[in-house]
């Protein structure tokens, strides 16, 4: 079964205190990407890479790392994580080729509750 | 980069009734695809429906259908005999291919199904 995990699901931690958000992906796709999702904003790409070694930003990098040292792990890195990154995130990769190898559907994690204090 | 916007934060319908939710986007492009997604209280993003740009018919997926109207770039979902289980928030999104299949999302909507 096709599958893209998250962990930890939930995490509550503290203002500086550096942390990781872990996503995996089963699907073998080059491309994946994490977004956060706020009220009233929807959800806003952070970054997104299209291949292994191979990362750019989206909209909202600030504050935030990736790495993607292997096709299938593309972890999240807060170096100092603040109280304006409590949000949603959710990881994101993509199936369901069309007409050109085009990806039809963007295939979400679980999703991660954050919360900086 | 591009926009997406949805007008309506909150909408409600009766259970068994029609309701439409609006999509607007802004692109020069003319080859993308657009999308709704469904997230229900349990937080999975769940994909609803797709529509190819390029392709004039609107998409139906059973009681799900869009009105797509490429040049006023609108692109509208209406969900018939509304169920208590499509209570949730919806999301519209834009895709591009030429971005590497980057998504845009809109800001959402939240629809409650009245029993």
């Known amino acids: 079964e096709a599958q893209v995990t998250q962990n930890p699901r939930y995490l509550i931690t503290v203002t500086g205190k550096k942390l990781t958000v872990t996503c995996s992906q089963n699907m073998n796709h080059e491309y994946m990407s994490w977004y956060r999702q706020d009220p009233g904003l929807g959800l806003r790409q952070i970054y997104y890479s299209m291949n292994v070694e191979v990362t750019d930003k989206g909209d909202v990098p600030e504050g935030y790392k990736v790495s993607r040292k292997e096709k299938r792990n593309f972890p999240l890195i807060l170096e100092s994580p603040s109280p304006n990154q409590t949000s949603l995130y959710f990881c994101?990769?993509?199936?369901?080729?069309?007409?050109?190898?085009?990806?039809?559907?963007?295939?979400f994690g679980p999703g991660t509750r954050l919360t900086v204090t | 980069a591009q926009t997406v916007t949805q007008s309506q934060p909150e909408m409600s319908v009766q259970e068994a009734e029609t309701v439409t939710l609006s999509c607007t986007y802004d692109t020069s492009e003319s080859n993308y695809y657009l999308f709704w997604y469904k997230q229900p209280p349990s937080r999975q993003m769940i994909l609803v429906i797709r529509q190819e740009a390029y392709k004039q018919q609107n998409a139906t997926e059973n009681r799900f259908s869009v009105n797509f109207q490429k040049a006023a770039k609108s692109f509208s979902l209406k969900i018939s005999d509304s169920q208590l289980g499509d209570t949730a928030m919806y999301f519209c999104a834009f895709m591009k291919p030429s971005a590497g299949n980057q998504f845009y999302f809109g800001t959402g909507t939240s629809l409650t199904v009245i029993p």
């Open positions: 994101a990769a993509p199936r369901d080729r069309g007409p050109g190898g085009v990806f039809l559907k963007e295939y």
